[in-house]
Every structure is written in C-alpha cells, then in structure tokens.
C-alpha cells in the first residue's frame, strides 16, 4: 500500500497531505491535522459522533476513506464558530445543557446546523427527525431539543424578520 | 479497529470502472457510500485489495420519470434523494416510505440505491468482530462451515436486510448492470437468489448502475412497514412493503406484497394476485397475511425472536392491506 | 438576609451555562483520546477468545519480532492483584493463570502503528485448557469444581444475611402477603466516549504520569502504584474531559494499566483507546439480578413486612460486587417505613465480563420489583397506588431498622407534585383500553457516607488561591465527567466569597496539584465537595475579613461580601473592592491559600452489622414519577407518551445542571424499561455494539418533565442533595405500571420488549379488556 499526496478542504483551508488509501478521513482529522473535535464513538457507524459536513450536508467521517473526498468542502466543529463568536447553536447548547459530557456535541451541533440551514423554524417532530442518527447518553435529548430551539431564537434576534 | 491494506481506483466514468473490474477481477470490490461495507470490512469481513471507489460516477448519479420509461434512478442515488424526491413521493409511495426508514439521516445521506440494492445478507453470528468470530470458529459464511442459526442445514441464513428492494420487487423493477460484456437488464425478482452465501445474482465483475419502474405502477398506493427497536439507526427486524391499483370504487385491481429481513432474499408474497377484482374483505387479508408467513421464513438471525418477528409480518401484512384498501372509503 | 434594594443575585440556584460548555460547543476541549505526547505508540490488547480456561503457556517471540512493535507485555510480569474493593482484589492486569471471561486480558502490545499492534497481537500464541465454564448465576451456585476463582466455594462471591425486627411476626400481622419473583436483564453504561489512556514513563525520576477517562482518579494513582510496585508518589492520574461515565468509569479499568506498563516497557509513551467492543467487554455495568420477593401488609395497605432474595450475576470479578449486592439489599429501606425486614444476598461469579457500578448502583432491580409489588398489591386490595405510598411514608428525621439516618424526605412533596401535573386522579384506571398511566418512586443516597478504603481522612479537601488582582483559584481532586462537578464548585465559592463566578478558576483532577478526593460515583460529589467548597471558602473568607476589617478599622464579624466588594454591616457605602481586600490579606506572600475539607459525620455512618457500612449517606435524594404509555395490543409494542418526574435534590444549586441529570437519569431507566440488554449465547455478548445495543435514538425518547423538589437538607451544601442517579430506578416501575394500567398485564422480566408484553396478553384471562374499557 503506497502511501499518497492529498489535499483537502477543511473548514475553508486547503490542506496538503500524505495518507495511506485505507485511512479514514475521521483519523486524518484527528490524528494528521489536529482538529480532534471530531469523535469516534463507535465502530458500526451507528452513533454519529464522527459527523462532519461534506459540502453542507452531514455525513460520518467513520465510513469515508479520506482519499475519496478531495473534492468536497468538509466541515467540522472547529470551523463552525465565527472567529471568536459562537454560532447560535453552540450558545443555544451552552445555555440550555445541551451538551453535558460534550462527546456527542460536536456532531449533534453539526447536524443541527444542517438542519437550520435548510429549515429555519423546525417543528419539534423535525428537529427529532434531523438528529435521530446522532446517540447522545446523557441528555435524553430534552435539553438538546432546548438547545436547539434556543438557537432558533438567537437566530431569529440576530436577524430581525424583514418587514414585507 | 484499522482497515486492511488496500488501493483505491476512483473512476470518473462508468467505461474506466468497468476497465477497473476487468482488470483486477476479485480482487476488486465496489464502494459507494460505504455505510456496508466499511464497518464489514473493520470486522474483516472482507480484505480487497482494490477498491472501486464510484463516488465520482456523476453519470450514474440520477432520478428521472418520465411516462414512457417509468421512474429511472441511478445506483448512486443517496437513499436521501430518494426519500426527497418529490416524484417518488407522489407517484411511488412504497419507495418513498421505504426509503424514509433506512438507517438514520446521516446514512441515508451516504448510502446510495445500488449499495441498499447490494446490502450483503446479515446475521448475528456473521456481523461480529474478527476476535469475536474467531472466538466461536467461524460461521458457514465466513472462516467456518456451520451456520449457527441451522446447525444441522447445509446453506447459510444470513438475511437479506434493505428496505428498498422490497418495494422495488413490489413496484415490479428491473435493475440494470454493465460488465465487459455489456449491459443487461433483469427483473429485481431475478436478481435476488435465496441463499445468505450467494444472494445476488450478479457476476463478480458486473456493476449495478441503476434501477427502473415501470410507468404502470405510477400512482399505485403504497405503503412499507418496518419493524426495528429503534425508529432509527437500525436494519430491519422483519419489512413488508405492499402497493395496491384500485379502481374508484375501493375495488382491487391489482396488488403485490414484498417482505425483506426474514429470508436470504427479499421475497414477493405469492397468491397476491387473487385479489384482483375483490372488494375489501378482512377474510381475504387474512388469508394474504397467512401466505406471507408462509413466505417469510425469520430464524435466529438477529435479536428479535424468529415468533415475533412472524407474528409482525402477519400484523404488518394486514394492516398495510386494510390500510390501503379502505384509503379513500368511509369505513362501514 | 438584610434588605438592601439591590440584592446582588446569588449564583446558588442560577441558571447558568456549565463552565467547561464553550470546550464542549466548540470542540477545542481535550478527551484523553484528544491527546498526543511526541513519539506516542499505539497499545493493544490481546483478549481470551475462551470463557473459562488455563493458559498453559504464551509464546510472544514472533510479536516481538515484528518491526514496529516495542514492547509486549503479560500476566507473569505484573502479578499483583487489584480491585476497587479491598475485599475484592482479584484481577491482574494481564491473566495470570487463567482467563475467565471471553474477552479477559491476555496480554498487551506497544507498536508504532494501530495495524503493527494489531498485526502483533495475532502473532502471540497462547496455548489454552479449556474449562468447564459458568454462565447462568442459579446453576453457577451449585458448582463443586472447576470454580471460577479457587478461593470462593460454589462460585458465591459473598452473600449476606440481614433480619431487622422479625418477618415472621410481621407477615403474620399482615392480612395480604404476595410473592413474585422478578428477573431484570443486564445492562451497561455505553458512555459514548470508549475508554481511553495515555501514559508516559519517565525513567529519569522512575515515574509515570497516566492521562484517563476516568471518574476516580485518586483509586487509580494507588493501583497504579500498587500494580506497578512503585510509590504512589512517582504516580500522577490527570484526568482531561471524560465522554461519560455512569459507573463505568468508576473503578480501575484493565486498559489504564495496560497502558502505564507497556510505557515503562516501551519507554516511550502509549496510548491505548479501546474499541467500542471492547468497552463492551470491560463492562462493569449492571448486573443481570433475579429477585424474590415478598411482602405483608394491613387490609389498610399498611407494610407489615419484606423479604427479598437476590441474586446477582455479577461476570468473572468481584469489581463493585460486594457493595452492588449491599447496596441492593440496605437500599429496600430508607424509602417507606418498613418494621421488619428480611434479605439474602448473593453476588455469584460466572464466565461473563465483570459487572459492578452503574448510575443507581444496587438499588435500581430492587427498587423495580418493590415498587412493581406495591403496585400490584395497591390493584389487588383496591387502594390507589398514591395512597398506599402514603400511608407508607417515613416520618422524617428518622431512623431506619437498618440503621440509616434520614434527615430531609422530600418524597411526599414528589408525589404530590407528579399527581397534580399529571392529572393522574383522571386518568388512573379511567383512560381507555391501550392508554395507561404508572407511578412509581425511587432514592439514592447522596455518597456513601463510608469510603471503599476505610479510613479517617477526609472524603475530600478543596484548596483555594486567591492572587492580586481578586482572582480565586479552587483546586479540587473531584472529577468532572460531564455531571457539572466543576460548575458546582465555582458557583459555591462564588456565592460564598460573594463574587461573581467569572473570577472563579478551577483545577480539577490531577491527583500532583490537586488534593485527595475519593471520585465521581455515587453521586457524592455536589453533598462532600461542595460542602468542602464551603469550608474553604469560608477560610478563605476569614483571612480577607480579618485583613479587611484592620483597613476599615471595624471587627470582621461587621463585614460582609457581597457583589464583588467587602461591605461593613452597618455603613454599606463605605467598601473595599473584593481583589483590594484580597491584596491586604495577601500581604508580602504570592497568593492567599485556604483549605477546606468535608468528612460525613458519625451519626450518618450506619450501625454495627456485618455489611453495615454499604447503604449509610449523609442524606438521601427522593423521587416520584409518572408515566403515560400507549400499547398496542396486536404488536406488543409500549409507546411512552410522557414522563414527568419530581426530584428532591435537597436544593437545585444550577437548575439546568439538576433537570440535565433528572431527565438524564430517567431516561437511562427507560432504556432499561424498554429496550436495553445484554444478549448472550455461551458467554458470548451479541451485541457488543452500539448498532446491536439499542440506546435509544430521539425518536423513542419522550418529552420528559423534570419537576424540582426542595427539601433543603440541613447537612448539605446550602440544603443540596444529590440529583444525578436517583431518578432512574424509578422510571422502570412506573413504566411496568402503566402497561398494566394500559393492557391489564404486568411484566415481571425486564426489559418489557413488545414480545413479551404479547406473550403476556395471550396468557391474560378473558374479560380484563372489557372491565377496562367499560
């Protein structure tokens, strides 16, 4: 198995790098460029704490050979933040205990903001429905449902609906 | 858990993964979303020494429909796409329900129909860690020769486990393939062999490239029953999909019942065909779900028993038919 | 509290987001598994693929010939046995002479890459005489031979015997006496971070420094020392963030020192995560138990009696098992007064990964089947199940038969509050055929009021600095793990000195800076660390007072702190800002040091009996819920509609952190209700795996209710008690109880999967649906 000349697209930055064929993106970002906020939790590829977003959409980094996905913008936790402003969602998760031992955070927030992006004003059913592949251990899901809807709102201050 | 060694061909037309498959022969296998496959091949279950990476299959990468052809959709559709498909939901509404229960979001964004169409059969003694199969000595499918869910029988019963072959089966599908030697077409019910071993009937070189249904099933009601412990995440314990043509008044005219996760292969529910003709009559739907029970074979494949998972076909099957039966009627 | 018109807010009792949460939101915080030392190798366990065999011998040549590998490591060279429990040390850290359980440690591989560890292990051969094994607990019981470990007779880790008043006399008295016999499945905690360690040896100073997934950093320092043979002082545990814990974490886990010997052997630093088949296999989780029980009570529905025989599965190691099979037995008090009670304990071994402490530890199978009784006793006499609780109730401050000291019972104030939101007056018995209601209670003890090494010290020591510029720094050995350990320090020094919370620093959990703290299990750590907070605090504020009070020219008993500013009493206008009063308490030293220690007192520490000191707490959390279920009587299947639950955690120091854990807690019940267990086939798990061990998803998990009850316990850190564990057990009878409401059958074997509640209504007699729906 050679290894092989790579570049990616994390979080808006081109990365160049040398990686084996059967090396899986989660292990690259993690392990080659640093950005440990991606977890692994499992090994089916059941619990969703890898997720990361390719070209917005959410997906598990567990299940992607890092070779194969040169030509995707990749997201992760670490570039959802705006510089040093969180995102309505990490305040949304901060506030309302959405994140308590924080492992299944980083891809729940992730998801979350796939769903937003695409659904501004989720209904409780939808939200459920958007996060049903990410397992959290600790919360039941109440808070994070909390957490969510908060940043709906935090959402919707910052952008005040425009007068029709 | 580390992947085995292995390279990656990454193609960017279906003539150069052809080319791939012809070349490298079994020592090759194919990769799509990889939500199969690469867990699998954590547990080594499979150690190729080339993959066919068809992600940048663009071409094979499609939904269309068209009155003509009928619905048309490329292997590398994600079952996402399907499940969002605004066409399959108005004129398919088996697929469409079939596809909204696979996996949880995050795999339906990854998988793709030709993958879900390929699913490798599961079992609880098969979809285990190489530490824990070694540990037990192998099963007939992989490392062994006894298969634990039959001692005594002489073939594999790992189960077929996709929600949208059911009811591509039901909807009458072909499913197209292209080898070197060309491109050819079988119907679904074809393409599927009864057996946990050897399941598809597909040559090792051949690669799924899409699936069709026909125009005649366009507008059929439908509806895909799973049952699973979770609404999400989980393979299916035991599926039914059933699509109805009726005529306006309630009367059947046409019907088929598929089941998936209690045998090898998906299975089209035999004796549907009586239904024809027949106004709504609970004796009749009954009978349909005994002839289903007499289809699904479960056996100790997964965690749900072989009596209770039976038994849901028999609920699933009746309540999917009286469901769609009675859609549209006052109920007297 | 004196009226002044701008009352500073108080952050006891604040809603305020958790400190560490901006690490957790962002990703920047660090799990072990985050971290990387220079040159770190990849470790890797071999595990016994047999259930109960010899090791005849281990040939490692071959792995340690391969490039790549750096060093091999087994059983004969660390012999020293270990165990959470004194009583229980009977592990090692690789198998000695025998392995016991498909998954036990056989050896351990250092190498430069995961696929050459992995590659390594398959190179060690390992020859084995296989054994007779042992795999369900009843026939366990009975073994002669080929005993699990050689020095426990018939495979009975321990068991213990308790009478309290006399049973007899009491089902005597009774006018209705029931039995049932109730099996409850096993489960595990499936924290969703796998376990994980890094671990460096230092050969210049022969020490080891060891980064954990950890919720007991202090056990672990000492094991490593004792397993490693070196002083405990040549050890230092720091923990990083912890992914979750719920118990699994609670003890030494065989991969911590794993880790720290194959780096003294390596010489470079290694760091082992386990795959998540393996954190199946390290396990420690609940135990498969099997209770009998019976129980006498008045025409009134008055308790006359109780006696239980349990049996616990506890897996290959003693692990927790002694306090697991005390806990289960004690803990069938302090809930309802109970005159007379009975209890036969047995913790049995069998060829199955070790079970131990998991969140409700002991009291969560016993509380099942007590609770499920009451209920069908309450049906069967025709009492209301809320009312037969109350006529049951303790009569708080008390004392136990049992010995255990009862001070704030906030029990009666949670049911009252889950039958007014519930609405459950209309709805018991009156909802339709398949809609159902339950109700049911549970407690927890707020840490053990005695500690697993028995000793005088305290149970915990805060230490504080406060530098020039007013800035506090508390150093704690209590561990975050995801339960709000460290908020709730920062908020009790806060509310103490009177500052706000952003000038409060913590470090936490590092066994060379911080001091001793026994760990996050039982839920002691808000009762015993923020009491200790409050010490130190206190300590702290006395030094800032009395230099205070020299500058004002005024007594320190006239000063206060409040918002950030020293204040006298009568004169509030005259104030010294908080950092200025620290510099002259400060004076010609760096900083200004407090200390604060918390040690429970005698009189919550429980009687004199053998076995007397596992259930003792200096106080008790309470909990009553309800549950509203829909079931479909052609499929079995239990939908959960709602839960409200009412907690007595004494006083919600952070509300968000208190519901976080009540509905945290419930909700792991309810996975224990419905859907979670351990499958095994000849002491294989099934299902070592979060595809095949079904945590629920969002979509099974109901809107649940936490209600927050006060009682305001008069030895907790202002009223606290604990929050985190109590919660759970009920849940799983409530849910019983509303199946039983909605379909007239009761479960008796958990989890109540749809098959069995199917099964159950072919059994039932006709006519029940009826009565119901009329």
Known sequence: ?164 | MSLPAFEVTRPRTLDAAVEVMTRYGADAQIVAGGTDLIPSMKQGLFAPKVLLDLKGLRELNFIRFDRERGLEIGALATISALANAEIIERLFPVLHAAAKTVASPLLRNMGTLGGNLCLDTRCLYYNQSGFWRDSLGGCIKKDGTVCHVAPGSAMCWAVFSGDTAPALLALDATVKLTSPRGVREVALSDFYVNDGLVHLNKAHDEIVTGVRVPASGAGWSGTYKKLRIRQSIDYPLAGVAVVMRKAGDGTCLEARVALTAVNPSPQLVNGVAMLAGKRYQPELVEEIAHEAIRTGKPLRTSASTMEYRRHMIRVFVRRALTELWLDGQSSS | MSSSPQAPASPIGARIPMVDSVDKVTGLGLYTDDLTLPGTLVGRILHSPHAHARIRSIDTSAAERLPGVRAVATGQETPVKYGILPVGHDETIFAVEKVRYVGDNVAGVAAESEAIAEEALRLIKVDYEILPAYFDPEKSMLAEDNLIHENKPHNIERDFHHHFGDVEKGFAEADYVREDRFDCAEVTHAALEPHSTLAKYDASDSSVTVWSSTQVPYYLQLTLASTMQMPPEKVRVIKPLVGGGFGGKSEVIPLELAAAVLARKAGDPVKITYTREEVFYAHRGRPHQIVELKTGVTREGKLTAVEARIIQDGGAYCSYGVVTILYSGQLLNAMYAIPNVKFDGFRVLTNKPACGAMRGHGTVNTRFAFEQQLNKIAATLGIDPVEIRRRNLLQAPCMTVNDLRVLSYGYPECIDQVVEKSGWKDKYGKLPYGKGIGLAGSHYVSGAANPIIRSKMPHTTINLTIDREGIVTIFTGASEIGQGSDTMQVQIVAAELGIDVDQVKIVAADTTRTPVDLGSYSSRVTFMAGNAAIAAARDAKQKILAAAAETMATAPQNLVIEDGKVCCRDARRIALPFAEAARLAIGSNDVLEATGSYTTPESSQGGKFKGAGVGPSPAYSYCAQTVEVTVDPETGEVKIDRIIAAHDCGKALNPVCVEGQVIGSVWMGLGQAVQEEMLWENGRLMNAGLLEYRSASTLESPPIEPIIVESNDPEGPFGAKEAGEGSLAATIPAVAHAVYDAVGVWIDTLPITPEKVLKALERQKPGVRSQKSE
């Open chain 1, 1 to 164: 198995m050679k290894s092989e000349a790579i570049r990616l697209q994390v979080n808006s930055k081109a990365y160049g790098l040398e990686t084996e064929p059967n090396c899986l993106l989660l292990d690259v970002l993690r392990q080659d460029l640093g950005l440990t906020g991606t977890k692994r939790g499992c090994d089916d590829s059941s619990c969703g704490a890898c997720t990361v977003l390719i070209d917005g959409e959410p997906q598990m980094s567990c299940l992607m050979l890092a070779v194969s996905y040169q030509d995707c913008e990749i997201t992760t936790i670490e570039g959802v933040a705006d510089g040093s402003e969180l995102d309505p969602l990490q305040r949304g998760f901060s506030v309302e205990g959405g994140a308590q031992c924080g492992f299944c955070t980083p891809g729940m927030i992730l998801t979350a903001k796939h769903l937003l992006l695409n659904n501004p004003d989720p209904t409780e059913q939808e939200i459920n429905e958007a996060l049903s592949g990410n397992l959290c251990r600790c919360t039941g899901y109440t808070q994070i449902l909390a957490s969510v809807r908060k940043a709906v709102e935090l959402m919707r201050e910052r952008q005040p609906m425009e007068v029709r």
